[in-house]
């Protein structure tokens, strides 16, 4: 029984029914099934199938967008039994990312963000036009290990390198690993920054990702 809504719960991700998996997930809770459990079997493998069909150009960005929500509804269910059982989900790296400052480019920060959740890191996406300080600030508040600069703009490039003087400033340098984006970015660009490495898509971004943490 609780495998066979483990396995509804996957494929309800899969195809992005947003309804359907939030009835799903309480029907598992109901069942007894721990919700980490439920994340881990259930909601997880269905993002990384999406994922990975993204990635080899059998879905697309509104697909990977509305399977991300679909998780991201689930996860609004089982976030209070998290809590209240004192559990924390399995997670590849913390992970703080936005558009700088004076830049409102959206699209790409986010299939970032939808892809690493995917791939099981806890994900701060704040948005777009996201000042220094407010960099600095998330990624103390979660203790995260990895932040991600996007900039789309020639002209707002140049702030990704003061939230990397920033992070120094701030003593968190040391603590989290900086990969850096957008149309303009390029690997010397990165060096000279003195980030810890680009990528020039999504996917690309979640393999870099993967290895700066694991170093």
Known sequence: MSDDILAQLTESVVQARQDTARELTARALQAGLEPLTIIDRGLT??????????????????HLVMAGRTMKGAMELLAPELKRRSQTATRAGVAVIGTVKGDIHEIGKSLVGIMLTASGFEVHDLGVDVP?????????????????????????????????EA????????????????APVKAAWAEEIGADG?????????????RLVAA
Do not use: H, W
């Not at 600095?136 to 702030?159: H, P």
């Not at 680009?198 to 993967?210: I, Q, R, S, T």
């Open 132 to 164: 220094v300080e407010a960099f600095i600030a998330k990624a103390r508040e979660t203790g995260a290990n990895l932040v991600g600069l996007s900039a789309l703009l020639t002209t707002t490039m140049v702030v990704q390198r003061r939230v990397i």
């Open 198 to 210: 680009y990528a020039e898509d999504a996917n690309g971004a979640v393999d870099l990702a993967k």
């Open 45 to 62: 493998p269905g993002m990384r199938i999406v994922g990975d069909k993204f990635a080899c150009g059998e879905a697309f960005i509104p």
């Open 167 to 182: 992070l120094e400033k701030d003593g968190l340098r040391a603590k989290v690993r900086v990969m850096v984006g957008g």
